[in-house]
């Protein structure tokens, strides 16, 4: 039987090799609403919720929503205790569509427009994680045209190298984010910000990489920020997200648990009551989905390859294009037989590089009309879902107790004009 320590932890194989998440079978899921289908194990994004709250704090999770966001993972989130991390003013109007109160939401980005930072402070956001002096000057004005003075934190580039992919590291010098430790921008920004009657300087971020293995990295780079936050004396200090986690049964990612006892180890030298915050998306939420997807064509080239088609492609999960990632695919039906074949799963777009995994494992007897799921894929794929060859994007369920629900429906034909005049 195939292993299924990929899989959302609240999923079965039958008797007869038919995977089922959350109690509900695959295969039925398809059957109501089509593929390729987002489905998300709900207790399982509530488990990693619960257990970031447990080993954080509450009110110290930040859920970096860019992960995945929708209406109902919103309120999910916000009903776990967990703080929303939103990078643009459509990551926010989301959060509040949801019913998150704003207090709840802490506005990031590295080039926040004015109508962002008006709608912000307007509705009163927890902080504002200050990336840049112009955004500073920007903040300014608009405070100095009557509205509140926000509480803001300044994302640091502590100067690190990360092990992960060069488009997802961010404390290294050379970054488009935040301002450079080394260089001395870090300094100039905590005296710039601290002199300003426009905001109530209270604390210091940064956010090193994402999708990171090895704690050791988390530790290098939480000391610099502690030893730049010591003489600092500011109530608060964010030390971002970027866990990684396993999408092949070859990779192994640290626990939570394991995260925060690394962050317990280097805050031990912050004064007592200092507020720590972190941010975890992918490590909440990638776990807990799965994309299932129809095998359209099998092509077998002779002494080459086989290629196995699906339905969706680079449009819901542009990551293996992106930066390389791998990813493993079982047959829904049939989870019992031995994946002893291999092939390319590619998607239905028109570029060769449309490729989901460069040489799967499948089972031999793979054929049209199989229901492929594609585990691990709850972070970073429907949110950086397009709609490249004017593909619908997906539907997505949340299933938990042998239920289903449809958070966000399948696009439609005519969504896909809806913006044309
Ligand atoms: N905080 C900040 C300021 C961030 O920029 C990010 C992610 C996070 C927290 C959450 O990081 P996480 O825990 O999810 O690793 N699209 C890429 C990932 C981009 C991450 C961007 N920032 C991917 O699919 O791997």
Redesign the pocket.
Known sequence: MSDISLFPRHSAVDADGALSIGGVSVSALVGEYGTPLFIYDEQHLRETCREAVAAFGSDNVIY?S??FLCVAMARLAHEEGLLI?V?TGGELFVALTAGVPASSCVL?GNNKSDDELRTALEAGVRHI?VDSFGEIERIEKLVSSGLPIPRVQL?ITPGVHVHT?E??S?GQDDSK?GFNLNNGDAHRAVERARSSSAMQLVGI?C?I????FDVDNFEDAWKVMVDLFLPLELPEITM?????VAYTTRDTAPTIEQWASVLSRVTTRLPAGTKVYV??????VAAAGVTAYSVGTVKDIDGIRRYVSVDGGMSDNP?PM??G?EYEVFDSNNMLAARTSSARIVGKHCESGDILILDAQVTPDIAIGDVLVMPVTG??GYS?ASNYNKVPRPGVVFVGQGQSRLVVRRETLEDLVRLDQ
């Open positions: 970096a860019k992960a991390d990078a990031h994680v994302r992919h488009y997802v961010t984010f971020h956010h990489g994402s999708n990171v971002g997200g970027g866990l990684g941010e975890p998306g992918r490590s909440i990551r992106m930066y990632s972070a970073y950086m």
